[in-house]
């Protein structure tokens, strides 16, 4: 699935029909429906942006609680065994005492030694008693702990799958957008299905550091086709692609947008004192990019496009909400 970044949609409109114009400028002269298939595409890029986002954000959000989940059950289970292991050794306890009488161990102590050793032998008895009780009731009470948290977890799982299954809903939806955006493209002649195994451009811009680490990795990237919720290597969205080429660089991000921007709170920077490598935010959080200086942009756009280099000019600029510095 592939979907249409919110920046540059009239840029993007205007630059796929004089492609149209200069490889059959006729037709496209002759065909008077061209700028409503323009148009439609416009909005399908629109819906297409605030679907894709909210299931990648749902799609996070449950494999954060499935893993919270799995990982608390599993140490349920650990403490559970060790419990029925304790609670075995007292039930063996019970059993000798009803085999043998509830102060078997006196009676048999009695005959068998010296009253030290009988009273020595009952404290021992006692004692042991006691510990694996305490034992237990540790055990129990670290279970108890364990079962709230676990309890917890089924409640967060329930609201990541909730999530899920309502945006899985969308998801049939953006397909369906993804084909009408295709189709649309394919009319303008406009299509890139892009190359997976693309061996992308060198850098050479002015960045340094781990900043030049993550745009050398995402101009490796370049030609490689734009898909929804890619990730790579074959294919990448927005937010894939700076996950992707800044987990190179050192710093781990999260997956999506929405999250890339609010894990950047604190870490946002002025657009008029950009650095490469800082992160781009279109407004509504629709799209990103990543700065690669030089007044440049690289970034996975959109459906039938490939991961590219765009000049960041006044139109891109007007268009961004801000920008974050890993």
């Known amino acids: 699935m592939v979907v249409l970044a919110r920046l540059g949609r009239t840029t993007v409109a205007a630059s796929l029909a004089l492609a149209v114009l200069a490889a059959n400028p006729g037709a496209a002269l002759a065909d008077p429906r061209l700028p409503k298939v323009r148009a439609k595409l416009v909005k399908l890029n629109e819906r297409a942006d605030e679907l894709v986002e909210k299931y990648n954000q749902a799609t996070e959000a449950y494999k954060s609680a499935k893993k919270k989940y799995d990982t608390l059950n599993a140490e349920l289970g650990r403490k559970d065994a060790q419990a029925d292991a304790l609670r075995k050794e007292l039930v063996a306890v019970a059993v000798d005492g009803y085999q043998y009488g509830p102060v078997s161990g006196w009676q048999r102590f009695a005959f068998e030694g010296s009253p030290e050793v009988t009273l020595g032998s009952m404290a021992s008895l006692e004692q042991m008693t006691r510990v694996r009780a305490a034992k237990i009731a540790a055990y129990e009470a670290a279970t108890k702990d364990l079962r709230d948290r676990r309890t917890a977890a089924k409640g967060a799982l329930a609201e990541a799958d909730g999530a899920r299954d309502k945006v899985r809903g969308e998801?049939?939806?953006v397909e369906k957008l993804v084909g009408e955006q295709t189709k649309l493209l394919r009319r303008l002649n406009a299509f890139k299905s892009g190359d997976?195994?693309?061996p992308g451009m060198v850098y050479s811009g002015p960045a340094s550091g781990?900043?030049?680490?993550a745009l050398q990795f995402a101009f490796a990237q370049i030609g490689k086709p734009y898909r929804f919720g890619g990730t790579g290597p074959g294919s990448y969205d927005c937010s894939g692609l700076t996950q992707a080429a800044w987990r190179t660089g050192g710093v781990s991000l999260?997956?999506?947008?929405w999250t890339q921007w609010s894990w950047g709170a604190a870490r946002q920077v002025?657009?008029?004192?950009l650095q490469p490598g800082d992160l781009l935010f279109s407004k509504g959080l629709g799209h990103m990019g990543m700065y690669a200086g030089n007044g440049k942009m690289v970034?996975?756009?959109?459906?039938g496009d490939v991961v590219k280099v765009v000049d960041l000019d006044d139109y891109w600029r007007t268009r961004l909400l801000g920008a974050v510095r890993p």
């Open 270 to 273: 002025p657009l008029t004192d």
């Open 254 to 257: 999260p997956r999506t947008t």
């Open 171 to 173: 998801k049939t939806k």
């Open 299 to 303: 970034h996975a756009p959109q459906t």
């Open 210 to 213: 781990n900043a030049r680490r």
């Open 196 to 198: 997976p195994s693309s």
